[in-house]
């Protein structure tokens, strides 16, 4: 047995290590296990560039300082708006250092019950007793297939998530399926590296999101700088929902799948919009069938159409489903109460198994569409530590720094 601890973070990415940094602030002893930005440096490609604003791509930290502008500044780094995955990677490294440099590099294989609390397994075959275990491994093997691509030879299908080198395409021809920020950044990228590369989706046309105010713009007006949420997630009505999650929490269950259908329907950056305007777009039409052809793929449409291609990557989203993280053993599963593969979390987002809670992608159904980004480890990692110390919040919490946090 490796020892015990109050409470163990599975997870070093944005939610694991801001929930770290609050646990540890406030003297919550606690250990955390994972690789530093793990999933966004494996399963992110090369070049890509962040979706949200510079604003709203801070991990919370209790202490002023330790914005991705702060490090910034402290690098003398001029920081895109948005910024590149790079800066994002560096940012991520520079504060993991800070909260927690005795991060445990060990996978987690499994946690199961054990007495009041948990035993976290670990792949060295050594086990650690936590009280309380933190799920912060974001959408690990939620990946969405398409049916109609399962029986294609192994290799000539892929999801945007298993893709950390475009470049090992070039000098192939790729068909990306999807209309989301995932399956756009991929495709844009392709198409920088001077891949043949075609788009198609069942949606009729792509959302773009609106243009990002370059560096060195004039400050917004009061109008313009909170006509939506700091966010950068939803429009003026269901931002604001989101960016409160307390507020989206009261609203009546029709009203909150509203919220969240409008905050994540597939969209892409207006970034993207000149990088694919030459690139292919096939469109308003399903996929009925695919095959393997003479060492290509062939993809046929509702209408007939065939496109053919040496690769598929699919970008058509996740599903999120907490029983396919592997990492918890058949009795804890058997506890959960489940809604559609996601956890129904109470305060603290803690599950129905006391002591187990669950943050980013699983707490959206409870905690809204804003823990699917970076900026609600903002109103996650508090209302978490708040929860573990027994301690009540302020009336108003947000997903998004205020104050000293905003500007450091």
Known sequence: MAGSTDVAVVGAGPYGLAATAFLRHQGTSTHTFGEVMGSWKHQMPRGMILRSKERASSIAHPVPGHTI???????????DNPATLQHFLDYGDWIAERI???????????????????????DDGDRMHAERVV??????????????????????VSHVAHHEDLSTFVGKRV????????????????????VDVTITARADAPHWLGPHKPAGSPP????????????????RATGWFAAAPET???LPERLQLEVRRRCLFPAGSHNLRAR????????????????????EIVVTLADGTTLKTDHVMVGSGYDVDVTRYDLLDKELLGELELVEGSPKL??????SVPGLHFLGAPAVRSFGPVNRFVTGTWYAAPELARRIAGKRGPTLRVAYPVGSHAIA
């Open 135 to 156: 799920m912060a491994v974001g959408l690990r093997n939620m990946e969405r297939s398409v049916p109609e691509f399962d029986h294609l030879p192994e290799g000539t």
């Open 175 to 194: 068909l990306v399926v999807g209309l989301g920020q995932s399956a756009l950044e991929n495709a844009a990228i392709l198409a920088d590296l001077g």
């Open 100 to 122: 927690v440099p005795d991060l445990d590099h060990r996978r987690v294989e499994q946690v199961v019950r054990e007495g009041s609390g948990f035993s976290v397994h670990l």
């Open 69 to 79: 502008t702060a490090w910034a500044r402290a690098h003398d780094i001029a920081l």
């Open 220 to 235: 917004p007006t009061f109008r313009e700088k909170w006509r939506v949420p700091p966010t950068d997630v939803g429009g």
């Open 346 to 351: 109470r305060k603290g987002f803690e599950s």
């Open 248 to 250: 989206y929490r009261r």
């Open 276 to 295: 694919l305007e030459h690139v292919p777009f096939q469109l308003g039409r399903r996929i009925t069938s695919a095959e393997s052809t003479g060492g």
